[in-house]
Nanobody
Framework: QVQLLESGGGLVQAGGSLRLSCTAS????????MGWFRQAPGKEREFVAA????????YYADSVKGRFTISRDNTKNTGYLQMNSLKPEDTAVYYC???????????????????WGQGTQVTVSS
């Protein structure tokens, strides 16, 4: 069983930056994949980014390409989402996810992921 704990959310002005962290306990991320999703009020949970933990290959939603970067630190068993040039439409609860496959076949679909964190709020003011 994997437990995921997110941190790093908060309130930031448009154009600013935040870095989210996701730390796993119960086992290492090795051999797994890690992803980030977000959910705004009244909207479905949407894919943001994912990483194959072993290979480091990354995947991004078009809406965040060039602004967000997903990465991992094996020594800390922690993944990150660096978010730059934030926009008000990035406001949402951000969730960390993990899957037992190197990358889920339908990685952009939240039901494809096995484990979830509790979420961290990101609010971008205009």
């Amino acid at each position: 069983q994997v437990q995921l704990l997110e941190s790093g959310g908060g309130l930031v002005q448009a154009g600013g930056s935040l870095r989210l962290s996701c730390t796993a306990s119960g086992r290492t991320f090795s051999g797994y994949s890690m992803g980030w999703f977000r959910q705004a009020p009244g909207k479905e949970r949407e894919f943001v980014a994912a990483i194959n933990w072993n290979s480091g290959r990354t995947y991004y939603a078009d809406s965040v390409k060039g602004r967000f970067t997903i990465s991992r630190d094996n020594t800390k068993n922690t993944g990150y989402l660096q978010m730059n040039s934030l926009k008000p439409e990035d406001t949402a609860v951000y969730y960390c996810a993990a899957d037992r496959d190197p990358i889920p076949r339908n990685y952009y679909s939240h039901p494809s992921w096995d484990y979830w964190g509790q979420g961290t709020q990101v609010t971008v003011s205009s």
